[in-house]
């Protein structure tokens, strides 16, 4: 049986940037590597997530806990998406 990679924390929270969320790197571990990050839809994916993490952090107290939240979120399951749509 393989065990989880080095650095992977399902489930549980820490400093991530928005590349190595916990959920991504769940996703990363349960379906694999090599068949999603050389898609442009991935990369472009991927950066748009990081232009929202920037742009979510300059919002106004209020506005990071509420939208900033919602755009991190939906961010993530779009990448999410991607990655399970790329792997058997």
């Not at 065990?3 to 571990?29: M, N, Q, W, Y």
């Not at 898609?39 to 979510?56: G, S, T």
């Not at 900033?68 to 979120?73: A, E, F, T, Y």
């Amino acid at each position: 049986m393989r065990g989880r990679p080095k650095g992977t924390s399902c489930g549980r929270r820490g400093d991530a940037s928005p590349l190595h969320t916990p959920e991504i790197e769940c996703v990363r571990f349960f379906y694999g590597m090599a068949r999603y990050e050389h898609l442009p839809i991935y990369k472009q994916a991927m950066d748009v997530a990081i232009h929202f993490e920037k742009v979510a952090s300059g919002f106004s107290r209020y506005h990071k806990y509420t939208l900033g939240i919602g755009l991190r979120n939906a961010n993530r399951e779009i990448v999410s998406l991607i990655v399970q749509a790329n792997s058997p």
